[in-house]
């Protein structure tokens, strides 16, 4: 080093200089972090989204009036609120923790002979043969789906029937018309339990199109769930619709000491002041479905089954549904494997948004690369 | 002036003290062994003295020589004008050329006091050309009351 070099290097740089390389420096930290994409997960079959700010109000205004006391133990004013919305009386609607918790009740209630049968068909959703299990009774899966598959496992012992509509995870709906069918060809000790939970991302019937067989049919109970298209799944409301006479059965369902008060304050008012936000985000769910078994019928290792639910259940040839979604899960698409859900072949993916679905199909496509 | 907009410097709101920043290299430097960072602190030395002196011609000799080149300018074109304004010219002129001068012999100055050792961060030139002023002024006052005499002021006719 020369004698001049020497002292040079110890020359500060000028401020402006400085301030260039904390511009650079900054605008990489900033290039990082927007270069590094969070994992989707479309395994769950729950909204995406944080709940309506109003619908966070109505519960922090009850949370803050006092929650000392017991207000409403009946859920008067949601009973109330739905009976008016699905044109039924109150005393044939009950509030519960989730439908989950209503279809438990109501199968812990019906079934109370060691011999009972639950049937439902199968693959479907994985609470109904655990909720036979309860009362000491036997759930009998039936492959398949619809009111035929259902009749040929009934037999004297069936006590319950369970469908799900949309079902999940196949996406496959009973239509009005299939399910009137089955309920005439039921016997009159059947009692049929009509999980809709996913029935609002449904466009192939209208929506209340299975409660009117409420009035012709008393043996059949619908259960809806604040869960998946309210986007309320936190707090564990669903509700039950009975026909004429079912008052005592439905009084058996609900909880012994009501529904959670803040959870009544948040479904009252997403039912008051979200539903037209219920409405966008369940057309806009509708739209995607509808491109994605498009884009999915596309494609030739492809197979996937028409779907009246949020979510589609598909296979590809030449590989399993695990290792599938193991390869999703590489290109950071979380979905759900088969295994869990009663056929390994498949996977479920739930329908969010359009850059979801893009997303989705990009992983697909390097998967089967 | 050092900034701490956060718009000049990269969105980061600088919060230290505008002035107070640590010295940022291009480069780690890489000092000198101790005796060449004693060499360098008496340069350091010499090179502070060298800008002592250089102020201090501010002060008499400079001026001084002006007014002997512009008496010379009287004396050999015989306009008082011009001499005048040669006399003042140069000083100026002279006297900027010394203060870019002291401002390089500051830069060197701060180089060499880091070579030393030093967190230097900041020149010396302000001070030096303050206190070598003050001291100006303590020495033409000493050769005015010493040396040269207030008699003439104070005692007309002796």
């Given at each position: 080093m020369g004698f001049l070099d020497y002292y040079k290097q110890f020359e500060g740089m000028p401020e402006e200089e400085v301030n260039a390389r904390l511009r650079e420096q900054a605008a990489e930290r900033k290039r990082k972090a927007l270069s590094v994409v969070d994992p989707i997960d479309l395994?769950?079959?729950?909204?995406p989204e944080y709940p309506h700010p109003t619908v966070v109000n109505a519960i922090t205004y009850t949370a803050r009036r006092g929650l000392h006391r017991y207000l409403d133990r009946s859920a008067g004013e949601l009973r109330s609120e739905l009976a008016h919305r699905h044109g039924?009386?109150?005393?044939?609607v009950v509030v519960g923790d989730g439908a989950a918790q209503l279809l438990s009740s109501a199968a812990y209630a019906l079934m109370d002979q060691p011999l009972d049968e639950l049937v439902t068909p199968w693959p479907?959703?994985?609470?109904y043969p655990v909720m036979a299990h309860r009362p000491r009774a036997h759930a009998v899966p039936v492959p398949g789906y619809g009111a035929d598959a259902v009749l040929s496992a009934v037999n004297e012992h069936t006590r319950v029937v369970a469908l799900c509509s949309p079902n999940d995870?196949?996406?496959?709906i009973v239509p009005a018309a299939e399910l009137r069918r089955m309920l005439e060809a039921l016997p009159e000790r059947v009692v049929v339990l009509l999980?809709?939970?996913?029935?609002?991302?449904?466009?192939?019937?209208?929506?209340d199109a299975a409660l009117e067989l409420l009035d012709d049919f008393p043996r059949l109970l619908c259960f809806r769930s604040f869960s998946k298209a309210w986007g309320l799944a936190g707090l564990r409301v669903g509700y039950a619709l009975g026909g004429p006479d079912s008052e005592p059965l439905l009084e058996q369902l609900a909880p012994e000491l009501g529904v959670n008060e803040l959870a009544q304050a948040g479904a009252l008012e997403a039912l008051r002041s979200t539903g037209h936000l219920v409405e966008r985000r369940v057309e806009r769910v509708r739209g995607e479905r509808a491109r994605l078994l498009m884009e999915l019928r596309s494609r030739e290792r492809v197979v996937v089954t028409p779907s009246q639910a949020n979510f589609v259940w598909l296979e590809a040839a030449g590989i399993d549904g695990a290792e599938l979604a193991r390869r999703l899960d590489r290109a950071g698409v979380r979905v759900a494997s088969g295994g869990s859900l009663g056929d390994p072949k498949r996977i479920r993916a739930a329908v969010h948004d359009g850059a979801a679905t893009d997303r989705f199909l990009r992983a697909l496509d390097g998967a089967l690369a | 002036m050092p900034r701490t907009d956060p718009t000049d410097n990269g969105g980061l709101f600088v919060g230290r003290r505008p002035g107070t920043a640590p010295v940022k290299y291009r480069a780690l430097p890489k000092r000198g062994t101790r005796r060449r960072q004693r060499v360098d602190n008496g340069a350091s030395v010499a090179i502070l003295a060298l800008m002592v002196f250089v102020c201090l011609l501010f002060f008499g000799p400079i001026p001084v020589a002006w007014l002997w080149i512009a008496s010379r300018v009287q004396y050999g074109l015989d306009s008082v004008s011009l001499a005048i304004f040669v006399g003042f010219f140069g000083m100026l002129m002279t006297l900027l050329l010394g203060l870019r001068v002291l401002r390089r012999l500051d830069l060197t100055w701060i180089l060499v006091r880091r070579a030393a050792g030093v967190d230097q961060r900041e020149g010396v030139m302000t001070r030096v050309f303050a206190y070598s002023a003050v001291l100006a002024a303590i020495l033409f006052s000493g050769w005015l009351l010493l040396?040269?005499?207030l008699g003439p002021t104070l005692a007309p006719g002796q």
């Open positions: 395994s769950i079959t729950t909204w039924l009386p109150e005393e044939r479907s959703y994985g609470l995870p196949t996406g496959e999980d809709e939970a996913l029935a609002d991302f449904s466009d192939a019937q209208p929506l | 040396f040269a005499g």
